[in-house]
């Protein structure tokens, strides 16, 4: 496979102000960043809101709402809009964006685990928000839940009524057969785009043998129905989405991912990342997807057909 998809996850739920100036907060900083990522190459926009009074992860549809139409009329990158939110709000309040929205593309984490980010905290000294760094320090007795049930009912809301398809988060081998259970189930079809996640404290941990893992059991529980994509966390991220493009696989960069472009050194912004692991690919042969080759590649709706 020559075409490589690139995502690009915005700002995300797990890292706080304090650890960078850079992460985009507002919807400004939101918009601005997403359309620098397209413009440098990522095909598909991976998309959190934050409340812009403190940089808290918000839910809330009116704060997509003041991001999502800004970056569709200035690009033409696919919108993936997070139906993972962050661990402590409700799958209502998940849902809520998402379903006035209707994206192309949702996220759709695929299994019920423990979300610890409580080690970040000790490598903070300065807080600019009150919240930071309880709601760090509090994941040591965080778990996402995700449930069988919730998982059909995202199928349904966001899949069946609104005709998006799903980046399938998962962290763990666990999360390939709870996939291939819905597939089974009917509520699932091909293609697939699988999103393998490591470095997460909970999930799978980042080493190269557990990506290779990863992807011989998916070809096994999948064949070629699927296509899968790398994220990985922190300084883990560069090395194994690498590793992805020479498999064959897509890759996953942003400021949700890793505040950094290398090794001590934060990144500006997210087009930083997607710049360099453009040129990686490239050098390695593949050649970057166009918005409009993600969609037919993927079967995306287009565009046109979502509410915002």
């Not at 918000?58 to 962050?86: C, E, Y």
């Not at 057969?177 to 470095?199: C, E, N, S, T």
Request: proline share 6%; charged share 20%.
């Amino acid at each position: 496979m020559s075409k490589i998809i690139i995502t690009c996850a915005i700002t995300g739920s797990i890292h706080t102000p304090s650890m960078s100036p850079h992460l985009p907060i507002t919807a400004e900083q939101i918009t601005e960043q997403s359309i620098g990522a397209a413009e440098a190459g990522a095909a598909i926009l991976h998309l959190h809101a934050r409340d812009p009074a403190n940089g808290r992860p918000s839910s809330s549809p009116a704060h997509f709402a003041a991001f999502l139409p800004r970056i569709k009329q200035n690009s033409d990158a696919v919108l993936n809009i997070t139906t993972g939110g962050s661990a402590i709000m409700t799958l209502d309040e998940r849902l809520a964006a998402p379903k006035l929205a209707e994206p192309e593309m949702c996220s759709l984490n695929m299994g019920t685990m423990n979300f610890a980010l409580y080690p970040a905290a000790a490598r903070i000294t300065d807080w600019q928000y009150d919240w930071e760094k309880p709601f760090l320090e509090g994941s040591d007795d965080l778990v996402f839940k995700n449930t069988p049930r919730d998982m059909a009912h995202v199928l349904h809301e966001m899949g069946d009524k609104r005709g998006a398809k799903f980046e399938f988060e998962c962290y763990d081998v666990s999360h390939l057969y709870m996939l291939r259970h819905f597939m089974d189930r009917g509520l699932v079809k091909a293609p697939l785009f699988i999103q393998f996640v490591f470095g997460v404290l909970g999930g799978i941990g980042p080493d190269p043998e557990n990506l290779t893992h990863m992807k011989r059991i998916a070809d096994k529980l999948f064949g070629d129905s699927y296509a899968f994509s790398v994220l990985a966390a922190g300084r883990h991220q560069m090395p194994l989405i690498t590793m992805s493009a020479i498999l064959g696989g897509h890759v996953r960069v942003g400021l949700e991912d890793s505040l950094m472009i290398m090794r001590g050194q934060l990144a500006m912004n997210n087009a930083e990342q997607v710049t360099k692991i453009r040129r990686i690919v490239e050098e390695l042969g593949r050649s970057v997807a166009t918005p409009d080759e993600a969609r037919k590649l993927l079967q995306l709706k287009g565009g046109d057909k979502t509410a915002i």
